[in-house]
T-cell receptor
Framework: DARVTQTPRHKVTEMGQEVTMRCQPILGHNTVFWYRQTMMQGLELLAYFRNRAPLDDSGMPKDRFSAEMPDATLATLKIQPSEPRDSAVYFC????????????????FGEGSRLTVL | GEDVEQSLFLSVREGDSSVINCTYTDSSSTYLYWYKQEPGAGLQLLTYIFSNMDMKQDQRLTVLLNKKDKHLSLRIADTQTGDSAIYFCAESWGNNRLAFGKGNQVVVIP
């Protein structure tokens, strides 16, 4: 069945290392979101793509984070250099536009990538 | 972004009803959603309500929407141990983004 796939599921790294998280959205979905979840902040929107174009990355620390969609089947979130405060669960979600083809704007989430930066 | 407020924790006995509340800010939201997150998993859509509705019933779930007070609630009837999870409400806003609350942890006591 169709689902959003994220890799890696778990990542432990040392401060200063580069981290790349990958996401395969559901085929046919034209919106992709990256969220970060922590106990303190809850779910924070980091970046948002529509038809592979970045529409909003205002929630992302620009100096170290970057998000791209090299093609319709792959979205990446990169952190370079990583810091301990980046430790969180990173979720990718995809969806179709509300109202388009009867969709309700709901998002489908991957299982998340749990990042620990030591 | 928009601001969605939720209380943090609820414990309920198996078989009882549980009610989770949420307030939102964007009165122009077209849809409002309830998502469920089980431990170690992503969020899954439980149910949604269109903004021109006051109530929606879906098996054991009842969603109530008070547009005047911008208040959304989710009632789970006959709560079961499998309902233990974190529940997020979300509202749609500009460019089809969703703003999520901080979530409400529900613990079902057998």
């Amino acid at each position: 069945d169709a689902r959003v796939t994220q890799t890696p599921r778990h990542k432990v790294t040392e401060m200063g290392q580069e981290v790349t998280m990958r996401c395969q959205p559901i085929l046919g979905h034209n919106t992709v979101f990256w969220y970060r979840q922590t106990m303190m902040q809850g779910l924070e929107l980091l970046a948002y793509f529509r038809n592979r174009a970045p529409l909003d990355d205002s929630g992302m620390p620009k100096d170290r984070f970057s998000a791209e969609m090299p093609d319709a089947t792959l979205a990446t979130l990169k952190i370079q250099p990583s810091e301990p405060r980046d430790s969180a669960v990173y979720f990718c979600a995809s969806g179709g536009l509300a109202g388009a083809g009867g969709t309700t704007g709901e998002l489908f989430f991957g299982e998340g990538s749990r990042l620990t930066v030591l | 972004g928009e601001d969605v407020e939720q209380s943090l924790f609820l414990s309920v006995r198996e078989g009882d009803s549980s009610v989770i509340n949420c307030t939102y800010t964007d009165s122009s939201s077209t849809y409002l959603y309830w998502y469920k997150q089980e431990p170690g998993a992503g969020l899954q859509l439980l149910t949604y309500i269109f903004s021109n509705m006051d109530m929606k019933q879906d098996q054991r779930l009842t969603v109530l929407l008070n547009k005047k007070d911008k208040h959304l609630s989710l009632r789970i009837a006959d709560t079961q141990t499998g309902d233990s999870a974190i529940y997020f409400c979300a509202e749609s806003w500009g460019n089809n983004r969703l703003a999520f609350g901080k979530g409400n942890q529900v613990v079902v006591i057998p």
